[in-house]
């Protein structure tokens, strides 16, 4: 059954620096999103991309974050100056159609501890 | 702004019993509803929607979940529980057709005890 992958399932970092979280979304798949999850909280939506541009954004998807597609497969979600409140579980996901009725799948989670 | 309640933070039921799971929503336009399950160190992954049609609607693992249009609500149900349906569950919505965000509940935590 396909799935979305990402890497690494764990990256700790220190405070100010970059990371990179990978996504591979499922090849039919043309709706894309970044989802985090602080622990204890609910699940927040972040962003969403479709044609190679942001759809959509919430508050929390300030300057410090971005989003690109840099091949035909992978998507990913930089944080350029990473702050301890970014720790939290990062989950991509990803949707066939435009629908509002259509699901979308996620993936396992990179958890990112800034320390 | 739509948003979605989930009232209670844990919920315990014997293995065997039917369990509910809770959830009531607000939106402005018709719901897209949703329903994800999350297992320790692991992702969402989804078990149910309701999307228009019949108000009971139902999904992996034997789940089910009946929509109510006049008590806005969107309950998670199962006849008869698994120690292994112990996990995080989460309810979500859209009001709007088109690629937007999923809104979540907090999550309920179900534990079947043997």
């Known amino acids: 059954e396909p799935e979305v992958t990402q890497t690494p399932s764990h990256q700790v970092t220190q405070m100010g620096q970059e990371v990179i979280l990978r996504c591979v979304p499922i090849s039919n798949h043309l709706y894309f999103y970044w989802y985090r999850q602080i622990l204890g909280q609910k699940v927040e939506f972040l962003v969403s991309?479709?044609?190679?541009?942001?759809?959509?954004k919430s508050e929390i998807f300030d300057d410090q974050f971005s989003v690109e597609r840099p091949d035909g497969s992978n998507f990913t979600l930089k944080i350029r100056s990473t702050k301890l409140e970014d720790s939290a579980m990062y989950f991509c996901?990803?949707?066939?159609?435009?629908?509002?009725?259509?699901?979308?799948?996620f993936g396992q989670g990179t958890r990112l501890t800034v320390v | 702004a739509q948003s979605v309640a989930q009232p209670e933070d844990q919920v315990n039921v014997a293995e065997g019993n039917p369990l509910t799971v809770k959830c009531t929503y607000s939106v402005s336009g018709n719901p897209y509803l949703f329903w994800y399950v999350q297992y320790p160190n692991r992702g969402l992954q989804f078990l149910l929607k309701y999307i228009t049609g019949d108000n009971l609607v139902k999904g992996s693992y034997g789940f089910e979940a009946e929509f109510n249009k006049s008590q806005t609500s969107f309950h998670l149900k199962k006849p008869s529980a698994l120690v292994s349906d112990s996990a995080l569950y989460f309810c979500?919505?859209?009001?709007?057709?088109?690629?937007?965000?999923?809104?979540f509940g907090k999550g309920t935590r179900l534990s079947v005890i043997a």
């Open positions: 991309f479709y044609n190679n541009e942001i759809s959509e």
């Open positions: 979500a919505v859209r009001d709007r057709p088109g690629n937007t965000p999923l809104v």
């Open positions: 996901a990803s949707s066939e159609a435009r629908t509002g009725g259509t699901e979308a799948f």
